[in-house]
């Protein structure tokens, strides 16, 4: 029963010393002295007729975890993970800390950390039984570990001590959460019949087309009387408003997953593991994306999702709550997978859709694609998630070749930007600017950049 508990240097110590002095005593005569040496003595049995039976338990569970029946449609989790949404700026997760103990153990010293970050210790009191709260701040995104914890059960008196006790791995799947933005771009062309877009159809819901006379068709209730009464006073002929038709837009967001480099070029080789507190391009790109696909699902529109990292079945454009759930959970579990296919076209999208695409363009998988759906008549916007680059802890030989890596990326993006691509940096820049920049081509007036 009291297998992994094993007596402390403290109490050891202790009663050998009381020991050593009632030897003493009893060789020397002196009485005394063997008094001294019978109380550790003494404390020693008492603390060892104590000493607890079994093992302490712990375990790790998610403090704030998305409900089973919000698991959307298509979206596979590993075992045993749970779904947290991340905060703007960053996630806090909460982990609750369950202890069991046996019988007669005094506290625990619980040890809580995570991979690459400092780990915090406390020493608690447990009766039984506990429950510990724990907040952990993450910039991370998408699948990851919780918290790690060890325990460490010590017995009455701090006389024993038992074997450490590691928690099980507990993942958890940080969701992307999205930034507020203004006014997004409009694709070429807008379809539906439905929607919050003004197009060149004529039709109902939009803003006024022109003033014409009557013909069969027109509803009575367009007829403008004061232009009637202007135009023809003795009601010879009528005149109707007619308005534009509204339309939705259908937009494909596509995350290029092959890489996640973080700011500091000294590990973007893979060899490096990127700081925990660093966002890497993967995390931003999740970040870009779900802000956008939030306020274009929350227009109307039909938001879809693909991934130029891996061969698999896209997410089909679609609208509403739970496709902006779906995204969003796809979003979260995109990561590198093996050695990056090499695709020789890009994938075939629907026509008249709005390509975003996400990438570090760091290399010309994602610049090919995206001149291979311009050329194909698609509008195109280029979001460049390549985080801020830190180069102060780099030698004469690493500068240089970031400086060429760099002009390498420089003369991509131009090439992009000749040939019709429109560029929006979320890293260094002002996105929310850029973006409400690159509506207003297709918000000017109605119609404008929109074929029918």
């Known amino acids: 029963m009291n297998e992994g508990w094993r007596r402390t240097s403290s109490m050891a110590g202790g009663l050998a010393a ?67 949404d991340a905060a703007p700026g960053g996630g806090r997760m909460r982990a609750h800390v369950h202890l069991d103990v046996p019988d007669g ?17 406390a020493l608690a009191r447990v009766e039984r039984s506990r429950d510990i709260a724990v907040t952990v701040a993450t910039v991370r995104t998408g699948p ?35 930034v507020r933005l203004g006014a997004l771009p409009l694709p070429f062309r807008l379809r539906g019949l439905t929607g919050a877009h003004e197009s060149q159809r004529p039709g109902d819901g939009g803003g006024l087309r022109d003033v014409h006379p009557f013909a ?41 997953s092959r890489d996640d480099v973080g700011p500091d070029p000294a590990t973007w080789s893979g060899f490096l593991p990127v700081r925990p507190q660093d966002a890497t391009s993967l995390d931003l790109a999740r970040q870009a994306a779900a802000s956008i696909a939030r306020d274009l699902v929350a227009v109307g529109d039909r938001v879809g999702l693909d991934d130029l990292g891996v061969r698999r079945r896209p997410v089909a454009p679609g609208g509403g709550r739970r496709q902006l759930d779906r ?31 996400f990438s570090t363009f760091l290399d010309d998988g994602a610049a090919r694609a995206a001149r291979s759906w311009r050329r194909s008549g698609h509008r195109v916007v280029a979001v460049d ?30 090439e992009l930007t000749a040939h019709g691509v429109e560029l929006v940096p979320w890293a260094t820049g002002e996105p929310a600017v850029e973006l409400i920049r690159l509506a207003r081509r297709s918000h000017r007036r109605p119609g404008v950049g929109v074929a029918r």
Not at 327 to 338: D, N
């Open 385 to 414: 998630v390549l985080p801020r680059v830190r180069a102060g802890a780099l030698n004469q030989r690493e500068r240089l070749a970031l400086r060429l890596v760099l002009i390498e990326r420089t003369d991509r993006l131009a």
């Open 18 to 84: 009381g020991l050593l002095a009632l030897l003493v005593g009893a060789v020397s005569g002196r009485p005394e002295i063997a008094v001294l040496g019978l109380a550790p003595v003494v404390a020693a049995a008492w603390d060892l007729a104590r000493r607890p039976g079994g093992r302490a338990d712990i375990t790790v569970r998610c403090g704030r975890a998305s409900p089973p029946g919000q698991n959307p449609e298509g979206v596979d989790h590993a075992p045993g993970s749970e779904t947290i």
């Open 327 to 357: 995204i969003v959970h796809r979003l979260a579990l995109i990561h590198p997978e093996g050695e990056p296919t090499v695709r020789l076209r890009a994938p075939q999208l629907p026509s008249g859709v709005l390509v975003i695409v």
């Open 216 to 256: 069969p068709g027109d509803r009575l209730r367009r007829i403008d009387w004061r232009v009637t009464a202007r135009r023809s006073p003795d009601l010879s002929e009528l005149y109707v408003r007619r308005t534009f038709a509204l339309a939705d837009a259908v937009v494909m967001l596509v995350v290029d």
């Open 144 to 178: 990851q570990d919780l918290v790690r914890a060890d325990t460490q059960a010590l017995g009455a008196g701090f006389a024993s001590i038992d074997e450490p006790v590691p928690s099980d791995r507990q993942q958890v799947l940080l969701l992307p959460a999205a």
């Open 105 to 121: 153990t005094a506290a625990v010293r619980l040890s809580v950390g995570r991979a690459g970050s400092t780990t915090a210790e």
